[in-house]
């Protein structure tokens, strides 16, 4: 990859999703051991977890739906292939995530639980499709001069 980038692209959202797995790995503790006559117990964890996902993760899936998609698209096309099945789980995604804050700032571990058990395999699958399929495939397709697009348009996200 050229001098020009200091982390290839793929390299740097990969090494996001294992911060966002280990989250999930924690909270799923967090959720399995919690009480539902003690919100404290849970409560102050997912409160974290939730701003993670909100800034955090909001700013890979822009990463990604303007700088690597965008590049991908005129190989796959938007519709009806890999990519339109990623922005489906984005939007999927970001659903619960509101439907999560909702029972966090309720207190309500039932919806929580309930929420997380769609939550949890819907984003552990996504990184995994991404890790193991949609970026092998990005990085089959994609030109020097492409990733070096993408991965100033990357770091324009970052800025923003």
Same mark, same amino acid.
Do not use: C
């Given at each position: ?10 390299e740097e959202l990969r090494q996001e999703h294992q911060a966002v797995l280990k989250l999930l790995n924690d909270l799923n503790g967090v959720i399995a051991s919690a009480e539902s006559s003690n919100? $404290? ?7 974290? $977890?939730? &701003? ?15 700088? %690597? ?7 796959? $096309? ?5 990519? &339109? ?10 659903? %619960? %995530? ?7 700032? &309720? ?15 819907? %984003?552990?699958m996504h990184i995994l499709k991404e890790d193991s399929v949609l970026f092998p495939m990005a ?11 993408? &991965? ?9």
């Amino acid at each position: 990859m050229s001098s020009q980038i200091k982390v290839h692209p793929t390299e740097e959202l990969r090494q996001e999703h294992q911060a966002v797995l280990k989250l999930l790995n924690d909270l799923n503790g967090v959720i399995a051991s919690a009480e539902s006559s003690n919100t $404290g117990s849970w409560k102050p964890s997912f409160e974290n $977890g939730l &701003a993670f996902f909100n800034r955090d993760v909001a700013i890979h899936f822009k990463k990604e739906e303007d700088a %690597l998609f965008p590049a991908m698209e005129k190989y796959l $096309g938007r519709e009806g292939g890999p990519i &339109a099945v990623m922005l489906n789980e984005h939007k999927q995604h970001n659903s %619960l %995530l509101r439907e999560l804050g909702g029972a966090i700032a &309720a207190g309500n571990l039932a919806v929580l639980r309930s929420t997380w058990e769609s939550f949890f395999p819907l %984003l552990t699958m996504h990184i995994l499709k991404e890790d193991s399929v949609l970026f092998p495939m990005a990085e089959r397709l994609l030109t020097e001069e492409e990733w070096i697009e993408v &991965a100033q348009k990357m770091d324009g996200v970052k800025k923003a």
